[in-house]
């Protein structure tokens, strides 16, 4: 299967730091892929991970456990303009499949 | 300009009539696919291509059809459009391995009534 989940609302502060959480169950992964999407808006790509391990890209970092089906997009020093909705997309063979994302407010 | 290009942008139009959804790219990737989003569901798969001798259904194809007319070019139709096919419409493209990430348009959002 392809279940692929993670919260569907988080708020946060100005300034603080949040994790979002995504567990999937993908038969044959090949990589997980995560990406901002404003409202209204075209997904943009954040990160990639196939290796166990944490990816650093400034102020976002994304974590990946193949053994536990388990990923986490970190985003630190946040900024009112990250208030956007996070999408966790699990590859399997030549195709993404989506969560269906995870809507952040970011509060002052 | 844009990378990846979707038109029209937004589209109302009858249960029954037939439409035509463009996506044309300056990229020069390979694949290109068709997704579409829904509220509470996420992007779903509806068609995808490697090149322009190659379609393959995704995981919601029926009511669509697709033509991929040149590397640029990847056009979704709907022949009989009906209410429940009303969503955003996204046109993505990629390079040519699983670990590349999608580039994806502007959306085109589409109201069936």
């Known amino acids: 299967g392809q279940n692929i989940d993670q919260p569907t609302e988080m708020t946060a502060t100005e300034g603080a730091i949040v994790q979002i959480n995504c567990t999937y169950q993908?038969?044959?992964?090949?990589?997980l892929f995560w990406y901002q999407q404003h409202a209204g808006e075209a997904p943009t790509f954040l990160s990639y991970?196939?290796?166990?391990g944490l990816e650093e890209k400034g102020r976002f970092s994304s974590f990946l456990s193949r053994s536990k089906g388990y990923s986490y997009l970190l985003l630190k020093e946040l900024q009112m303009k990250d208030s956007a909705s996070y999408l966790c997309a699990a590859g399997r063979g030549n195709n993404l499949f989506f969560g269906t994302g995870t809507r952040l407010t970011v509060i002052p | 300009d844009a990378d990846v290009t979707q038109t029209p942008r937004n589209r109302i139009t009858k249960t029954g009539k037939r439409i035509m959804l463009e996506c044309s790219q300056t990229?020069?990737?390979?694949?290109m696919y068709w997704y579409r989003q829904d509220p509470g569901l996420g992007l779903r798969l509806i068609y995808y291509?490697?090149?322009?001798?190659?379609?393959n259904k995704g995981e919601i194809s029926d009511g669509y059809s697709v033509s991929r007319q040149a590397q640029a070019k990847f056009s979704l139709s709907l022949e009989s459009a009906i209410p429940n096919q009303t969503a955003l419409y996204f046109c993505a493209t990629s390079g040519g391995n699983s670990n590349q990430p999608q580039h994806f348009g502007d959306g085109t959002r589409l109201s069936i009534l």
């Open positions: 990229k020069g990737h390979d694949r």
């Open positions: 291509s490697f090149d322009v001798k190659d379609i």
């Open positions: 991970n196939v290796l166990d």
């Open positions: 993908t038969s044959g992964f090949n990589g």
